[in-house]
């Protein structure tokens, strides 16, 4: 794959069509009703500032907890916005969050504090942000996930810790660029060698154990398995 594939991959995803145009909308919002520059760039500061903060928290204690599967009504959710990815990591349907999760919560870790800052302009301007910062996330996913072998060193790094985050041991490397508050809370490891392999990196726990106590993952995937065979079960299924 090359660059110009990847992009065009990107850029055709519904889930980033919905962001972009709703930060469109955002930024039309801060127009018609805008808050000072100094407010509105202060605003945008804190947002961009708390992205990789709430970021690692959603993902180590939300996305990778061991409570959502056993409510029925979160188990749904967990299943689609998680452990599918992680039951196929190459998966281009299960790549992106979906917008139905992404937005409130892009919404809830923004708007309150750009509003705080700057009322209705701070808030619209935050959220902007919010979800162009989504997108920048989501597009080095893509380069972590898809078949494009970057150049730069950097991004090479990056990717190779997703990968160690994905198919090596999922208790760790929670970041996606950003990998600082991994290092902070003693999360971060860089090579296969740094840890033993998890038996649960493509189950994130969720054993045939578990399921026969919570079965609603269980029911809504076809069956568990510990490998990579999301794509191929759920088609038989």
């Not at 072998?149 to 990968?163: E, G, V, Y």
């Not at 660029?177 to 998890?198: E, F, I, P, Q, V």
Request: with cysteine.
């Amino acid at each position: 794959m090359t660059f110009k594939d990847l992009v065009v991959a990107y850029l055709q995803y519904p889930a980033i069509i919905i962001y972009l145009g709703l930060a469109a909308v955002s930024i039309g919002a801060w127009f018609y009703q805008p808050a000072s520059i100094g407010r509105s760039l202060l605003a945008i500061a804190v947002s961009v500032l708390l992205f990789p903060v709430v970021w690692y928290f959603l993902h180590r204690w939300v996305l990778h907890s061991q409570w959502m599967w056993k409510v029925p009504w979160l188990a749904g959710t967990w299943k689609r916005i998680h452990y599918d990815h992680h039951q196929d990591p190459n998966h281009l349907e299960v790549l992106f969050g979906s917008p139905a999760n992404v937005v409130p919560t892009v919404a809830l870790a923004t708007i309150p504090v750009g509003y705080a800052i700057g009322g209705f302009g701070g808030a619209a301007a935050a959220f902007a942000t919010g979800l162009i910062q989504t997108c920048v996330n989501e597009f080095f996913h893509c380069i972590q996930h898809l078949a494009y072998k970057p150049k730069n060193k950097w991004l090479s790094m990056i990717k190779q810790r997703h990968m160690e985050h994905h198919f090596h041991d999922e208790n760790g490397n929670y970041g996606i660029t950003n990998y600082w508050w991994d290092h902070l809370a003693g999360t971060y490891y860089a090579g296969a060698s740094a840890r033993k392999k998890s038996p649960t990196v493509f189950n994130l726990g969720y054993t045939d154990e578990i399921a026969e106590k919570y079965p609603k993952v269980r029911d809504l995937s076809g069956g568990i398995t510990s490998t990579a065979e999301f794509r191929r079960r759920n088609k038989a299924g």
